[in-house]
């Protein structure tokens, strides 16, 4: 089954920009979001700012690519938690987040006969320490890309 799949740890506000949350943790975030930067038919705007830092690398657990998520994030995060805890007195907080389209045909697909199983995933004693430090949920996201085929 065609599997695409990303995690990544994500600070988010309604009130404190991405470029405030750079700043403060002196870290370069993978991707941002700005509050009400996109709009679409009908209005999509993002409900907050958010600050990411991403695993997109093709032929990783969801878990290994956690692991190099918080691998990046380790040497910062007495300054991560403490912006965890503000952001979340204020309205916004943390999360880790795994994101996962099964049967995801339009992705470039690893050689069969040599991939990994991507299937399953095992949260170790460090993530779930990282996840208790920074007060962050975990959300994971799983998304069936079949459509709706019709046979004859």
Not at 112 to 140: M, Q, S
């Amino acid at each position: 089954m065609p599997l695409h799949q990303y995690a990544y740890f994500a600070l988010f506000s309604q009130h404190t920009s991405a470029d405030d949350m750079t700043s403060r943790l002196g870290i370069t975030p993978d991707e941002v979001t700005v509050r009400g930067s996109r709009f679409a038919e009908p209005a999509v705007v993002p409900a907050d700012h958010s600050w990411m830092v991403v695993c997109r690398e093709p032929g990783l657990r969801v878990d290994e690519q956690i692991t190099h998520v918080l691998d990046r994030l380790q040497p910062h995060m007495d300054r991560i938690c403490d912006l965890a805890r503000h952001l979340a007195d204020t309205g916004g907080g943390a999360v880790l987040q795994a994101v996962r389209y099964f049967n995801d045909v339009d992705q470039p697909q690893a050689d069969a006969a040599g991939a990994t199983n991507l299937f399953g995933c095992h949260l170790d004693r460090k993530v779930l320490d990282f996840l208790i430090a920074t007060g962050a949920e975990l959300d994971v996201d799983e998304y069936d890309m079949t459509g709706d085929k019709k046979t004859s």
